[in-house]
């Protein structure tokens, strides 16, 4: 789908890093740059040619549509010949993790040099990153330090196939165990997740006034209290001043987690009429968000990052090592991410060019 700011900015720049080798990033990549819609993009693709062409004769094999290779620019990232025979399919090493990680630094370098406008990025195994001895949570936290921001969060963005609506949802915590999450979350931590998704939503998507629903951290939201005290201590008393902050904004919370994804999932599958959904949801904790996320839109969510200096999006699924080299891997999610990495681009253009 076009964006209908196209006919009036340039094309994007698009960085695509190939992710783990031994994963499905190469396949998913060739796979949705087969897709002639994708002609309406300015992309590189950032990897070892070597590997790329690899993963080409094994998908021609299995009679995959895909696109050759040699029609495609490439900025080559050279691997020794050590690191390239250790790397097989279905196998997350020491080497497979070197590879990838070189791939991200080097589209972020061009990135911040001015060659591209956005990086999209095929999954990463974070246990091949440390055995390789990078230690990152992920691909997000390296874009974050190398781009030199401690304000960014993971939103995820997907538009339903059934009603054209768009679900978001900026999760407040990650990575982190359960146990974890109530003490992680403070007022001061929730006002800066909460204060991005507003700037993303403006910046990225043009909304200028976002409705925004907060989960509860409780079953019930606490029940006054019975099933849980953060609401009554803290978090009522935060949300009236983020609204006192922001009168502008329509900020709902704190929504009973078990009753918050009624809305959306109307919206996205179309079942009743709701206009009560809205323009995105803020999580508290990782599963709070993505399960209703994968449920609705496992095969097209996106991932991108928000607070960036660039525009970062990925597909919302791993290297999945277990089918990786077989060519039955969907690249719906991958399609969807060079999508929204372009269209967000030419928001961010649009915003910049207005008065």
């Known amino acids: ?12 720049r698009l960085a695509i890093a190939l992710g783990d080798p031994a994963g499905i990033g190469a396949e998913v990549v060739l796979k949705a740059l087969a897709d002639p819609a994708t002609l309406d993009y300015d992309f590189t693709l ?33 691997l020794t010949a050590e690191i390239e025979q250790q790397i097989a399919w279905g196998v997350g090493n020491a080497a497979s993790g070197e590879a990838s990680f070189r ?18 990025t095929a999954p990463i195994a974070k246990s091949a990153w440390k055995a390789a001895g990078h230690h990152y949570p992920g691909q997000t936290e390296l874009l974050a330090e190398r781009a030199g921001v401690q304000r960014f969060g993971m939103m995820f963005v997907a538009r339903s196939p059934h009603t054209g609506w768009t ?27 909460l204060e991005l998704l507003i700037a993303g939503l403006q910046q990225d998507f043009g909304i200028a006034a ?45 929504i009973p987690p078990d009753t918050l994804w009624v809305h959306p999932g109307q919206a996205w599958f ?7 959904a809205h323009d995105a949801y803020l999580a508290l904790y990782h599963d709070q968000g993505l399960i209703p996320v994968k449920l609705m ?19 919302d699924h791993g290297t ?27 928001q961010r253009a649009k915003r910049c060019r207005e008065p």
């Not at 789908?1 to 994007?12: E, I, Q």
């Not at 999945?320 to 030419?346: N, P, T, Y």
């Open 1 to 12: 789908m076009k964006s209908m700011t196209a006919a009036r900015v340039p094309r994007p």
């Open 270 to 276: 179309g079942v009743h009429p709701s206009p009560d």
């Open 167 to 193: 679900l978001r949802t900026l999760l407040a915590t990650t990575h982190i165990p359960l146990r974890q999450v109530a003490d992680t979350l403070t007022p001061n931590l929730l006002t800066l997740k």
């Open 297 to 315: 839109a496992f095969d097209r969510a996106v991932n991108t990052t928000i607070g960036l200096p660039f525009v970062r999006t990925s597909p």
């Open 103 to 120: 791939y991200l630094t080097t589209a972020i370098e061009h990135t911040q040099s001015g060659a591209f406008d956005g990086i999209v």
């Open 210 to 254: 976002p409705r925004i629903a907060i989960a509860g951290l409780n079953p019930h939201s606490g029940e006054q209290g019975q099933l849980g005290h953060e609401e009554q201590d803290w978090q009522q008393g935060w949300m009236q001043q983020m609204r006192d902050r922001h009168p502008q904004m329509q900020l709902e919370g704190f």
């Open 320 to 346: 999945a090592f277990d089918i990786a080299g077989r060519g039955i891997a969907d690249a719906s999610s991958m399609k969807a991410a060079l999508q929204l990495a372009a269209e967000v681009v030419q």
């Open 46 to 78: 950032v990897g070892s040619h070597t590997l790329l062409r690899q993963t080409y004769d094994r998908l021609k094999v299995v009679d995959q549509p895909v696109v050759d290779p040699a029609q495609l620019p490439i900025l080559d990232v050279p």
